[in-house]
């Protein structure tokens, strides 16, 4: 006998109190005022990650990721490290496709010098030709250990397949060659670019006042280039290559397969109907079909998986499992399977109610510290959303039927076309 089918309910979102704070320097900022911990976490986002690298200087925006807490101001890289060990302080950037992200987490007591520390850091990092020179053998050395690495040569040849020609195409974090020609003066002049208030987006949480961080705001950032938020184009980009098979040959005895196919914009009304068509297709680690019908029923691989990307300039649905090479072809097959079955027939209601109600009951679990929270709201302002949306998600969710997933399932899924990329030696597939 079946389960009963229990609607999926809109749950209250989180209970946060979320302030805007708007310095005279014009950066808004988010605040989550919690004075209960003597804690504080920042994260926040520049316009313009690997994408803002010179087309023939790939793996530039990456280093100076890496470079902004090796000295600035007066203090060498010893000496800035020094006092972030001194001072329990946390402080790192990460150069991701479409931002530049920092993040401080710090005790209370110590945010004078956490807050000195960060300011330094984007507005007088210093590029020393010795700190340049370190860090750049720490980056190519890590590339020269992924270069025969199959997880890292099958993603990097997708994207240069999907995306020829444009920024997405280009490993984030370049390659030996581009790497190497960088140099201390180029990088400096770049990061003033990339350093822009233009499009700046900052998240405080923690044991700060409205009032503080308005000032230190103006403290941190007036001194930066105003800048201009980027001005995206009107139509994503599109994939190409989509229905080709292509396979890089490297003596392996498993081989990593991987997929692109049709995705969605972050603000495209059947995004929410995407998600849930997504989780029932791959996003569920042990009740997705993929999962089910490539490792359960035929234990084919040990993990498969799907997910939205949905990127500034373009959205995709991404994929991909790693099997022995003679059962290639049977685990694409089973894929292409699965993803034909949902553009004809959708799923069923049971699938539906079950990962809508998951999508929801799971989303307190992002809200559990201080750091998780800061990371949360970043993310959505990065993409355009407003506080009020923490509110209004679930019921986003909860409002997805049955007739939604199956019409966006027959959208994206229905030519059934995908580009599919192998590293290995995968016996049989085309």
């Not at 998600?393 to 039927?401: D, G, K, S």
């Amino acid at each position: 006998m079946n389960a009963p089918i229990i609607p999926a309910l809109a749950a209250p979102g989180p209970a946060l109190s979320v302030q805007r704070v708007t310095a005279s320097c014009g950066v808004e900022a988010w605040l989550v005022e919690e004075h209960s911990l003597p804690l504080l976490a920042l994260d926040f986002a520049f316009d313009g990650g690997a994408n803002r690298d010179p087309t023939d200087a790939a793996g530039s925006v990456n280093l100076i990721s890496g470079l902004l807490d090796e000295g600035a101001g007066d203090l060498d890289a010893e000496a800035f490290q020094g006092r972030m060990a001194d001072h329990a302080i946390s402080l790192s950037f990460d150069a991701r496709r479409d931002d530049f992200h920092g993040q401080v987490q710090t005790l209370s007591r110590h945010r004078d010098v956490a807050f000195e520390l960060l300011g330094l850091s984007v507005n007088a990092p210093r590029f020393d030709a010795d700190a340049v020179s370190r860090v750049k053998a720490q980056v190519i050395a890590g590339l020269q250990r992924q270069a025969q690495n199959p997880d890292t040569l099958c993603r990097n040849a997708l994207f240069s397949a999907a995306f020829p020609g444009h920024a997405y195409g280009r490993p984030e974090r370049g390659d030996v060659a581009s790497v190497g020609a960088l140099q201390p003066q180029a990088l400096k002049t770049l990061s003033r670019d990339l350093l822009s208030r233009g499009g700046l987006k900052f998240v405080a949480v923690g044991d700060i006042t409205a009032a503080e961080l308005s000032d230190r705001l103006d403290a941190l950032f007036a001194g930066l280039p105003a800048g201009q938020p980027r001005v995206l184009p009107e139509a994503a980009l599109p994939i190409a290559s989509l229905g080709e098979t292509r396979i890089v040959d490297l003596d392996v005895p498993q081989t990593v397969l991987r997929f692109i196919g049709p995705g969605l914009m972050r603000h495209d009304p059947d995004f929410f109907a995407g998600t849930v068509l997504n989780h029932i297709l791959g996003g569920s680690a042990f009740t997705s079909r993929l999962f089910m019908e490539v490792r359960e029923k035929r234990g084919l691989a040990y993990g498969v998986s799907s997910s939205l990307m949905p990127l500034r300039q373009s959205g995709f649905l991404i994929g991909g499992t790693s099997t022995r090479n003679d059962r290639v072809a049977e685990s694409m097959t089973v894929i292409r399977d699965e993803i034909a079955k949902l553009a004809a027939e959708g799923p069923s209601e049971h699938e539906v109610e079950e990962a809508k109600r998951y999508i929801i009951g799971s989303y307190p679990l992002r809200f559990d510290t201080s750091p998780k929270i800061a990371a949360e709201l970043l993310g959505l302002a990065v993409v355009g959303f407003e506080p009020e949306f923490l509110a209004e998600r679930n019921r986003h969710f909860a409002e997805v039927t049955l007739a939604d997933v199956r019409r966006v399932a027959a959208r994206l899924f229905g030519e059934g076309r995908l580009l599919v990329q192998a590293v290995g030696r995968p016996v049989g597939l085309a």
